[in-house]
């Protein structure tokens, strides 16, 4: 199964509203990195939160992190047509060494 | 300023063929290298990662291998193609020695095997 796991997996927003996207994952973290992804393009990285961080923001992002809940969130504030994405997360562990281990996704469409 | 670039773009070919993408980085040197496969509206699947040259990890069992010819050349191949490997290929890099940093991919190759 996967270390992390976007719900939902589908979102549509009218521009304006706020977008809120979440992941869970199954084993002890270093760090959580949120991604966004352009149709048939490649990853960009968003924002890093590290496992003792519980809040983090970067420009209209907001990232939560709860390693009790095994969990996190990204919150996109007055989203634009733009935003119109798939957000991944991605977790990093002391065992993976390098390696980020990806979730699912969530497919996020902004209508203008 | 770093950059990655992959060839081709789109490439079609029929089962039982040989594959050859090629992922090189510039702006960096030493870097960590990975290829990732994403089938469609789905997650990304790490294949191979290396962390220096000659030096490759494989993580899924599969028809497809990985060569690190030069520190900054990373070489995905297959001698025989097969249906299942279509797909959206995607090669990255990061720091070396900086465990769990971002990672910086590059525009993807999409894959079509018929």
């Known amino acids: 199964s996967q270390q992390g796991e976007e719900d939902p997996q589908a979102l549509s927003i009218q521009e304006g509203e706020n977008a809120t996207m979440n992941c869970s994952y199954k084993t002890s973290i270093n760090n959580l990195q949120w991604y966004r992804q352009n149709s048939g393009r490649g990853l960009v990285h968003l924002i890093l939160?590290?496992?003792?961080?519980r809040e983090k923001h970067s420009g209209r992002l907001r990232v939560t992190l709860d390693t009790s809940k095994k969990s996190s969130s990204l919150l996109i504030t007055a989203s634009r047509a733009a935003d119109t994405a798939s957000y991944f997360c991605?977790?990093?562990?002391?065992?993976?060494?390098?390696?980020?281990?990806f979730g699912t996704g969530t497919r996020l469409a902004v209508r203008p | 300023s770093q950059t990655i670039h992959q060839w081709p773009a789109t490439l079609v070919q029929p089962v039982g063929s040989p594959l050859s993408l090629e992922c090189t980085v510039e702006?960096?040197?030493?870097?960590?290298l990975y290829w990732y496969r994403q089938a469609a509206g789905r997650g990304l699947q790490l294949l191979f990662y290396s962390v220096g040259i000659g030096q490759i990890s494989s993580e899924v069992p599969q028809n497809l291998s990985a060569s690190r010819p030069q520190d900054r050349q990373f070489i995905l191949s297959s001698k025989k193609l097969l249906l299942s490997d279509s797909g959206f290929y995607l090669c990255?890099?990061?720091?070396?020695?900086?465990?769990?940093?971002?990672?910086?991919f590059g525009p993807g190759t999409r894959l079509t095997v018929l």
């Open positions: 939160i590290r496992s003792n961080e």
């Open positions: 990255a890099w990061n720091w070396a020695r900086t465990p769990w940093n971002e990672q910086f």
């Open positions: 991605a977790t990093g562990t002391k065992s993976s060494g390098d390696k980020l281990t």
């Open positions: 702006g960096t040197s030493n870097p960590n």
